[in-house]
């Protein structure tokens, strides 16, 4: 048996950490927010070989996943979403035809441990407050401790670059309006800024889900509820499967783009 030694223990952490940390500094795919549409992104992306990181700022991973709707923790993922729920193995239950009814927590751990272990790369309890623009566009992240921001500590951020950044941080769309507030009306919607999302309307939310699945500014992506937000389409509650297939459908473009850009 080993004698522990807690110096030891602080080494090992703030070695490997800061490792990683170094490492990341430079990456193909950068993810801002840790939703399912996130980690389903930073999965498919991992698996095609891309260096990638997803940023969050929370200490869990999941971000509206764990809550099902109205805190009853099961969510409805529709038929065209259930091979992606198959791809993890994530157990589910043909509810009425096409309703497939999942334990909202079986489904957010397995894509986090799914999604990690096919390489994407996850630092939670960081927030991106900034993004790196350059003549071509979007060039990288500007991040800080959630916890610094939380006590409104005046300490400055810390920058890494990406070839491409995923804004998958759900209704606020906090990434595109970092952009639209540097910039003004520059991005690619109908009216050049965030549009802000409709009211509830599930078959008309998911049905336009993946058109708006866009580079909405040079190098720059949304997904996910972020994708509906920025382009104004509606809410659609508790239904997860335009989550699991913007993630994917985002992987595919970012993946495309980067290919055709070498
Ligand atoms: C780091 C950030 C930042 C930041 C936010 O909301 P999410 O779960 O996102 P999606 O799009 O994958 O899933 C949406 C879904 O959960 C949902 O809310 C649905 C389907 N709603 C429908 C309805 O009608 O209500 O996750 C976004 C994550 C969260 O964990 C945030 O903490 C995180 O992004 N985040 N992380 N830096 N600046 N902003």
């Known amino acids: 048996m080993v004698k522990l030694d807690d110096i030891t223990v602080t080494k ?4 490997e950490y800061m490792e990683d940390l170094l490492d990341y500094t430079d990456m193909d795919v950068a993810i801002g927010g840790g939703g399912p549409s996130g980690i389903v992104a930073g999965y498919y992306l991992a698996k095609a070989g891309y260096k990638v990181a997803l940023f969050e700022r929370k200490l869990s ?5 764990w809550g099902g709707g109205m805190m009853f923790n099961k969510v409805v993922v529709q038929e065209e979403g259930k091979r992606i729920l198959d ?3 994530i157990r589910s239950k043909e509810y009425e035809e096409g309703y497939y009814i999942v334990d909202s927590i079986e489904s957010t751990s397995t894509l986090t441990s799914k999604a990690t272990q096919a390489g994407l790369k996850i630092f939670n309890l960081m927030s991106i407050e900034d993004v790196l623009i350059r003549e ?3 060039n990288g992240v500007v991040l800080n401790w959630s916890s610094v921001e939380m006590a409104g ?3 400055d951020p810390l920058t ?3 070839k491409a950044l995923i804004d998958a941080t759900g209704h606020p769309t906090e990434v595109t309006k970092i952009v639209t507030e540097k910039l003004g009306r520059k991005i690619k919607t109908q009216t050049g800024t965030v549009m802000g999302e409709g009211s509830m309307w599930a078959d008309r939310a998911e049905g336009n889900i993946l058109k708006n699945v866009t580079e909405i500014y040079p190098g720059l992506y949304v997904t996910g509820m972020a994708a509906n937000a ?3 389409s509606p809410r659609m509650g508790p239904i997860f499967g335009g989550m699991l297939l913007s993630g994917e459908y985002v992987a595919k473009k970012v993946a495309k783009d980067l290919e055709n850009r070498e």
């Open 153 to 155: 500590l005046h300490i």
């Open 87 to 89: 791809e993890f193995g």
């Open 61 to 65: 991973i999941g971000g509206g996943m």
């Open 136 to 138: 071509n566009g979007i």
């Open 230 to 232: 920025v382009h104004g």
């Open 12 to 15: 090992g952490i703030v070695k």
């Open 160 to 162: 890494m670059r990406s």
